[in-house]
């Protein structure tokens, strides 16, 4: 395994333990509002802090891009740094707050602007989902691979799409959503594009995500065998926000129904 790969799985550990401890005393919890429907707590920024340090220390001419705190620059200031960390420290905090066991840490290592390595880690469920460039996606160190779904009315997707239960008639979404098996929101995107790697999920629909929400998940995406692309069915999607993300046979018939 890559150091830098085990350095990052060493920081989603420790950031794991901070989340663990904190969820036995929910009711302690400071919480503020970033926004409408969009909450942080001190436990966030705990457990940024343990990874950036973890990640500062062991590789200080790294940039870094994190969710609570914003940008930081590479040591000596160097702007525009060959290597970023971006990073989630607890992906789903609404459903942390409410005791709803499905929230992830995320970090994802950016070599000139691609994803080279990406760690995201459920720690309720103990579950290391691992990838690094050209060398598959692992689950606990097992192999896993995208479902082998064909059908798209035997489809599980998940989606991050603005008033996903009262979609307009003429949204574009609801061909793509109707059509599936079925379709769940689960307050994590992080998690659902692992999931996708590995073969729980047979498809993802994100709008107006943030590259943190992203970077890491859509290497293990693309190593499990999976298709990306925003809705033009181009590779803009970390600039846009908006994103797709099955195995190839369901992809194209997800594409299809977006542009029906």
């Known amino acids: 395994m890559h ?3 085990n350095t990052a799985i060493k920081a989603a550990r420790r950031a794991g333990a901070i ?3 904190a969820s036995l005393d929910l009711e302690r919890l400071n919480v503020a509002r970033k926004g409408p429907k969009d909450y942080v707590t001190e436990i966030d920024r705990a457990a940024e802090e343990s990874i950036i340090d ?12 994190a969710e609570e705190s914003g940008r930081h620059q590479a040591a000596g200031d160097q702007a525009g740094a060959e290597f970023q960390w971006v990073i989630d420290p607890l992906d789903g905090t609404t459903n942390f707050i409410h005791g709803f066991a499905h929230y992830a840490v995320s970090i994802a290592l950016m070599h000139r602007g691609q994803a080279a390595h990406a760690v995201i880690y459920d720690p309720t469920r103990n579950e290391m ?7 598959g996606a692992f689950l606990n160190d097992r192999r896993v691979r995208v479902s082998t779904c064909v059908r798209y009315h035997d489809a599980l997707l998940a989606s991050h799409i603005p008033q996903s239960t009262a979609l307009p008639a003429n949204s574009p979404f609801v061909p793509l959503l109707a059509e599936s098996a ?5 307050g994590s995107t992080v998690l659902d594009l692992a999931w996708v790697a590995s073969g729980r999920l047979d498809g993802f629909c994100g709008v107006g995500l943030k590259p943190w929400d992203m970077a890491a998940g859509s290497l293990l995406v693309l190593e499990a065998g999976g298709l990306m692309a925003d ?10 926000g908006n ?7 369901i992809f194209a018939q997800m594409m299809a ?4």
């Not at 973890?54 to 891009?65: N, V």
């Not at 989902?129 to 060398?135: D, I, M, Q």
């Not at 079925?182 to 689960?186: H, L, Q, V």
């Open 257 to 260: 129904h977006l542009h029906a």
């Open 19 to 21: 989340i663990n401890r």
């Open 182 to 186: 079925a379709a769940r929101r689960t």
């Open 3 to 5: 150091p830098m790969l």
């Open 129 to 135: 989902f691992t990838a690094s460039r050209g060398s």
């Open 243 to 249: 994103v797709l993300a099955a195995p190839p046979k």
């Open 231 to 240: 809705f033009q069915g181009e590779q803009g999607w970390m600039e846009s």
């Open 54 to 65: 973890i990640l500062r220390t062991a590789y200080p001419d790294h940039g870094i891009l």
